[in-house]
């Protein structure tokens, strides 16, 4: 006991030594003073001239005055960054383009919706919810941890034949006897694909709601076309009017109309172009790409749909997502009841360990079981709220399907009323507009109508013809409707 004491203590002093310090049995240590150093004077360095040899490079430049050579650029850097010529802006390096490549300026409705998988916000954030479920799936698939408990038995005061100390040790396991962890593993996967019809039903409503504004773009094109041609058609005008008033045919008073009207179409014409900027930008909200102003690419004109709802609900009642999505919360839900009836059972958990006694350094094991006794609850609450979500389950179900059949319904009858609009109007009115404006300026050159006819029946024409415009729009919106009622939004061609 005295060496290890004596080791101890010489460690401290030690210590304290070196922390506090003692006094020198020579005297004390006088304090070192340091030496000053002599003042550095600083002259300008020789005018030399240059050197053509320029120096090694091991030897190091001290002066100020010598310039500090540039840094040569690396294998690496001029493999991938080209040479930019003075006053430009270097090019982005071609990990950042390939990162983020611009959205084509004309797109297609086969593009529009590659664009929506690939980019959109919302079906990027309804996709992080397949992670979850998956996330749950994991943890459905671990075992209950194991329960190490240890314990000291000290004796303070009076007399045990055992000792002074009695330690206890012992590892509990819970045994899942009745098959949760299987349960809650079908659960769980049922709850995977309740995610992925929820993303699909996403990506659905995405898809409905930018057909329909590729189909508003279209038309606000159509538009904008006929405005352009109509503008061109009064600028001729207005020129031949200005030439007759020079050989005094036309009144200025024909010739002043002439440049309102014109005026006026210019106007019209702005505000349709700024409606059609609003539909592309709301286009481009869908896409993620606040920037984007695209222009619609593809033919104006009705897919040709003869949808019989007879026919079409069977292929709907299938393909629709939303009526998958309430079978697959409809399956969800009944796996949780089978999982709520294998929860209800009491998990017993096996119990092995040891016990040492002091006294004579003797040794026990001891094993054992524990099993909670259902006397107050076996289950009954979550039961009932399995058995209650299923039933809500299968209402919703049923509602979506009750519904998915009146709004196909709706969308046929509403394609076949604006099918027979159109095609009486292309049969009584559109047909006769080239006629309509031949007749018109052949009146006017050769006199027997006046500048203000001529203006009146072209603006006349020109409202027929936005009037026809609208009627292909409302046709080829009930034909989304219809496709989006089917669950065939992204079809192409007629059925």
């Not at 240590?29 to 003042?39: A, D, F, G, T």
């Not at 929506?116 to 309804?126: E, F, I, V």
């Not at 008073?253 to 009207?261: G, H, L, R």
């Amino acid at each position: 006991m005295n060496a290890p004491l004596t080791a101890f203590t010489a460690f401290f002093v030690a210590i304290q030594l070196q922390a506090f310090g003692v006094p020198n049995p020579r005297g004390p240590v006088p304090p070192v003073q340091p030496q000053p150093r002599p003042p550095v004077k600083l002259t300008p360095p020789k005018t030399t001239p240059p050197q053509k040899s320029a120096p090694p490079p091991s030897v190091r430049q001290t002066t100020h005055s010598a310039p500090i050579p540039p840094r040569l650029p690396t294998q690496v850097e001029t493999e991938t960054a080209p040479p930019t010529p003075p006053g430009e802006i270097p090019p982005l390096p071609p990990t950042i383009v390939q990162r983020y490549r611009p959205a084509p300026d004309q797109v297609t409705l086969p593009q529009l919706f590659e664009l929506l998988k690939s980019r959109s916000p919302r079906y990027q954030a309804a996709q992080a919810e397949i992670e979850v479920a998956e996330s749950e799936a994991r943890a459905a698939r671990v075992l209950p941890n194991p329960i190490l408990n240890f314990a000291i038995l000290y004796l303070n005061s009076g007399f045990n034949q055992n000792g002074v100390g009695t330690y206890y040790a012992n590892l509990t396991f819970p045994i899942l006897i009745a098959g949760q962890r299987r349960m809650r593993m079908k659960a769980a996967n049922a709850g995977v694909e309740v995610a992925k019809g929820t993303v699909e039903n996403e990506y659905e409503t995405l898809a409905v709601e930018a057909r329909n504004l590729f189909v508003e773009l279209q038309a606000d094109q159509a538009r904008l076309a006929l405005l352009d041609n109509v503008l061109a058609e009064l600028e001729q005008l207005q020129t031949l009017v200005e030439a007759r008033r020079g050989a005094g045919v036309q009144s200025k008073y024909d010739q002043v109309w002439a440049t309102i009207d014109r005026s006026s179409w210019r106007t019209r014409r702005a505000e349709l172009a700024a409606e059609t900027d609003d539909t592309a930008g709301r286009l481009a909200v869908l896409v993620g790409d606040p920037m984007w102003q695209p222009e619609a690419v593809g033919a104006f004109k009705p897919l040709g749909l003869a949808p019989d709802f007879e026919r079409t609900w069977p292929d709907a009642l299938r393909a629709r997502p939303d009526i998958d999505l309430a079978r697959r919360q409809e399956a969800f839900a009944n796996r949780n009841i089978d999982m709520a009836k294998r929860e209800a059972w009491p998990v017993p958990s096996i119990t092995a360990g040891t016990v040492v006694i002091q006294n004579y350094f003797s040794a026990s094991t001891s094993v054992g079981i524990t099993v909670p006794i259902p006397m107050f609850d076996w289950g009954q609450g979550l039961l009932a709220r399995a058995r209650a979500a299923s039933k809500r389950a299968q209402l919703d179900k049923d509602a979506t399907v009750a519904e998915a059949r009146a709004e196909l319904a709706r969308a046929v009858r509403r394609l076949g009323n604006q099918r027979a609009i159109l095609d009486d109007y292309e049969r009584d009115v559109s047909s006769q507009f080239t006629e309509l404006r031949r007749m018109s300026e052949d009146a006017f050159r050769s006199g027997q109508v006046e500048f203000r006819d001529l203006a009146d029946a072209i603006k006349a024409r020109v409202e027929l013809e936005l009037t026809h415009v609208d009627l292909i729009e409302s046709v080829m919106l009930a034909e989304v409707a219809v496709l989006a009622a089917s669950g065939r939004i992204e079809a192409t061609e007629g059925f």
